[in-house]
């Protein structure tokens, strides 16, 4: 996973609006294209010139770990771990305790250690719940398990929770 700041050094251009040509970000604006490194590969406008490595896009520090990708603007503070795989997002319009007692509603607990489930089924879950303003949050989940048939299951349970909680809000 990359990361990147959406602006491009050129022309201030949102990166986000263009897209990914032979593995490189090209902007949509002029089509600079942008290598991996953030550092610009190629100006369509002058074919004949190698950009300078000094013309890069401001990239940030990414660790992939339970199955979600965390960003830092500074160092990485997440170990990788691969073993697992993410589930499902859902996007609710709640705050962070109403989406965390919404979660222990979902699941049959039989142990909690900071974002890691324990259910009684024997799978494992890990639940990210991400603020993203006063009134809304998203809810990250993943397992360890490899087996499409419990995913499909944990991922059909997600949206029934969201149904729940935002069913829930309206009364």
């Known amino acids: 996973a990359h990361v990147w700041h959406d602006r491009c050094p050129h022309r ?9 040509k032979e593995n490189r970000l090209t902007c949509l604006y002029h089509g600079w294209e942008y290598g991996s490194d953030g550092g610009c590969q190629k100006i369509p406008a002058h074919p004949e ?3 300078p490595k000094t013309l890069c896009a401001d990239i940030l520090n990414v660790s992939e770990s339970y199955g979600m990708v965390f960003v830092s603007a500074g ?10 795989v993410s589930v499902r997002s859902i996007f609710l319009e709640c705050d962070r305790a109403q989406a965390l007692a919404g979660i222990a509603e979902f699941v049959e607990i039989t142990e909690a250690q900071e974002n890691q489930v324990y259910l009684n089924k024997g799978n494992t879950v890990a639940v990210a719940v991400q603020p993203c303003s006063r009134t809304s949050c998203a809810i990250h989940l993943s397992t360890r398990s490899t087996n499409p048939t419990p ?3 944990l991922a059909k349970r997600m949206v029934a929770l969201r149904r729940k909680i935002n069913q829930g809000l309206r009364t």
Request: hydrophobic share 40%; no cysteine.
């Open 151 to 153: 995913r499909l299951a």
């Open 75 to 84: 160092e990485n503070t997440v170990e990788t771990n691969t073993e697992w």
């Open 49 to 51: 010139v190698t950009p």
């Open 12 to 20: 201030g251009m949102r990166l986000s609006f263009g897209f990914v």
